[in-house]
Nanobody, 121 residues
Framework: QVHPVESGGGLAQPGGSLRLSCEASGRDFTLPPIGWYRQAPGKQRELVASITSGGTRDYEDSVKGRFTISRADGQNTVSLHLEMNSLKPEDTAVYYC?????WGVGPLDYWGQGTQVTVSS
């Protein structure tokens, strides 16, 4: 199984925007809901946004109205994006993509390297 590949992170000022991307392949990723997780220093990894293969989106409360998740499915591949607006310093974390939902679907055991998002003035 190929690990997902995340990109698009960087440094942004408070109130700024970033767009994250993830490429993943295989039925393990393309069939279940897939989402973005983040892990801040000293904290557990948490799911912040999820989208089903049918396009239903869910968000963690702290990012609702600021982040938008989207996906584009190819033949046995999925491109996942996270549009991040009105960024706050507390959004600083390493962001990962993996399978997941807020109603019980968990991540697969293999993770990509993630992409660092730093929000600071």
């Amino acid at each position: 199984q190929v690990h997902p590949v995340e990109s698009g992170g960087g440094l942004a000022q408070p109130g700024g925007s970033l767009r994250l991307s993830c490429e993943a392949s295989g039925r393990d990723f393309t069939l279940p809901p897939i989402g973005w997780y983040r892990q801040a220093p000293g904290k557990q990894r948490e799911l912040v946004a999820s989208i089903t293969s049918g396009g239903t989106r869910d968000y963690e409360d702290s990012v609702k109205g600021r982040f938008t998740i989207s996906r584009a499915d190819g033949q046995n591949t999925v491109s996942l994006h996270l549009e991040m607006n009105s960024l706050k310093p507390e959004d600083t974390a390493v962001y990962y993509c993996n399978t997941g939902s807020f109603w019980g679907v968990g991540p697969l055991d293999y993770w990509g390297q993630g992409t660092q998002v730093t929000v600071s003035s």
